[in-house]
C-alpha cells in the first residue's frame, strides 16, 4: 500500500469533503494506494478542531501555507481556496514540488491560468489535476463508455448544465462567490463551469465558436451587517456553441448552461446526448436513473435503467444501492490518486481534469464574456 501524504489548504466546504473521503478509505476495495492528512492550513483558526478531533495523523496546522509547503512530509496538497488566490497559491505549491489537486476555475481568469500552466510546465514531475466530481456517477460513466465505443453514431446535439438555486433568495447576504473580486468576472462560468465542460472536452467536443447570454438577475445583494452592496456577478449563462463529432466530422449543436438562478433546481448536474444511433439523458435529480434510447429502426422507445452502485473504483457497497455526491467526491479522489500512482487513468473517462483541459475552459469563459459583450459569435 502506498501512502500519498497530504496537506489540506483551505479546511472549508470542500476541504471537509476530501478529509471525510480520507477517513473512510477502507470503503475502496482493490486498491494500493490511500491518502494520509498530515498537515492544514487555514486562516480561519475555528476550522482546525474538527480536522483535529478526527485526524490524529495530523501534525501541523497553521495559517500560513508557506509553512505547510516547507513541510518535508507533504508529497501532495489538495488546494481549495476562493479563486482570486487560485494563481499564486497553485504556483507555489508547485515550484515546491508538492502534487496538486486544485479547485476550479483554477485561475480567476485567463491570465491567472497562463500563469499556472506555465509553472506546471516548469516542472513536468508534479503532478496536477483539477477537480470535478460528477462524471463518475454510474449513469454518467456509462455514457462515458458509450462514448468511448462510438455508440451514438452521428451526434445530433448535447446538452451539458450544472443548475443551482442557490442564489433565488435576493435577501441572501452576499458571500465571497458573489463579489467579482475574489469569484472573477467570468462569475457563474467559474463557479459552475468545469462540472459541465468536463465530458465534453474529454470526448474531444471541444467548441469551435460560442454564442454566450449572461444574465445579472438579482443585482444587490444585502452585506450581512445591515447595508446593500452591489452584486456583480453574473448569475446565470447559456453558451450555445457549435463543436464537430470526431467521427462523423460533422459540427453539432452543444450548450453548455451554468445557473446561480434556476428556480426549482437545487444543486443539478445534466446531461443529454442525441445520437442517429442512441440517445441519453442523466440528471442528478434522479441519481440512479440513466435514460437511454437506441435506435436500430422501429420504435423509439426510451428505457429507463437504474444504475446501481456500478463505479470506476470498486467500494464494499452492494451493487443495488444508490450513489450520492460524496461517493462521487470519494471516486475523484480515487481517480487523482490512482493516477498519480500508476501514471495513467483506470480508463478515459474516470480520471480528473488535466491542465490542458482546464485551458480550454479558460478560452471558452473569456471568449464567452467577450460574444455577450458584443452581441457576438465568437470564433475559438
Ligand atoms: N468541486 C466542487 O464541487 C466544488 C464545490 C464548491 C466549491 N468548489 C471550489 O473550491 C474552492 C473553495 O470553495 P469552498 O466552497 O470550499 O469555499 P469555502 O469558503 O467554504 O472555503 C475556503 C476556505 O479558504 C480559506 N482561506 C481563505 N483565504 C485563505 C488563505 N489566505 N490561506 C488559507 N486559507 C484561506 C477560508 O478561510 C475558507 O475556510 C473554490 O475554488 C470553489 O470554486 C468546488
Redesign the pocket.
Known amino acids: 500500500m502506498r501512502t500519498v501524504k497530504f496537506g489540506i ?7 471537509r469533503e476530501f478529509a471525510s473521503c480520507a477517513a473512510r478509505w477502507c470503503h475502496l476495495i482493490d486498491v494500493d494506494f490511500r491518502p494520509e492528512i498530515v498537515s492544514i ?4 483558526e475555528n ?1 482546525w478542531g474538527w480536522y483535529k478531533d478526527h485526524f490524529p495523523s495530523i501534525k501541523q496546522t497553521t ?1 500560513d ?1 508557506k509553512e505547510l509547503l516547507a513541510n518535508k512530509d507533504v508529497e501532495a496538497v489538495y488546494c ?4 482570486h ?2 494563481q499564486q497559491f497553485y504556483c507555489d505549491i508547485i515550484q515546491a514540488g508538492k502534487h496538486l489537486m486544485g ?3 483554477f485561475g480567476i481568469d485567463k491570465p491567472a491560468n497562463d500563469a499556472i500552466l506555465a509553472c506546471v510546465k516548469e516542472h513536468p514531475n508534479v503532478f496536477v489535476r483539477c ?3 460528477f462524471p463518475f456517477y454510474p449513469a454518467a460513466q456509462k455514457i462515458c463508455d458509450m462514448i468511448e465505443k462510438n455508440a451514438f453514431g452521428q451526434i445530433i446535439e448535447v446538452n451539458s448544465g450544472y443548475l443551482h438555486s442557490s442564489d433565488l433568495d435576493p435577501n441572501k447576504p452576499i458571500n ?1 462567490k458573489r463579489m467579482i473580486e475574489i469569484n472573477g468576472e467570468y462569475g457563474c462560468m467559474g ?1 459552475l463551469g468545469m ?1 459541465a465542460c468536463h465530458i465534453p472536452i474529454r470526448a474531444g467536443w471541444f467548441p469551435k465558436n460560442v454564442r454566450a447570454l449572461l444574465t445579472k438577475i438579482i443585482k444587490q445583494r444585502p452585506d450581512g451587517k445591515g447595508g446593500i452592496v452591489p452584486c456583480k456577478t453574473w448569475d446565470n449563462a447559456t453558451l450555445a456553441c457549435e463543436a464537430v463529432d470526431p467521427n462523423s466530422g460533422e459540427k453539432f449543436p452543444l450548450t453548455i448552461k451554468t445557473f446561480r438562478i434556476d428556480p426549482g433546481e437545487k444543486n443539478t448536474w445534466m446531461i443529454e446526448i442525441k445520437g442517429s444511433k442512441a440517445s441519453v439523458k442523466f440528471s442528478t435529480k434522479q441519481p440512479k436513473t440513466l435514460w437511454l434510447m437506441e435506435y436500430t429502426g422501429g420504435e423509439q422507445i426510451w428505457q429507463q435503467i437504474d444504475m446501481g452502485n456500478d463505479l470506476a473504483f470498486k467500494t464494499i457497497t452492494g451493487g443495488i444501492f444508490e450513489i450520492a455526491f460524496s461517493d462521487a467526491v470519494f471516486q475523484m479522489w480515487a481517480a487523482f490518486l490512482y493516477e498519480l500512482t500508476h501514471g495513467k487513468p483506470i480508463k478515459k473517462f474516470a480520471g480528473c481534469i488535466t491542465p490542458d483541459e482546464v485551458a480550454l475552459t479558460h478560452h471558452l469563459f473569456t471568449a464567452s464574456l467577450e460574444s455577450h459583450k458584443n452581441e457576438s459569435v465568437v470564433k475559438l
Open positions: 489548504i483551505g479546511c472549508g466546504l470542500m476541504g492550513c487555514d486562516m480561519n476550522l495559517k501555507y481549495a481556496i476562493p479563486h488566490l487560485h479547485e476550479k476555475p477537480s470535478s466530481e465571497w463557479d462540472h
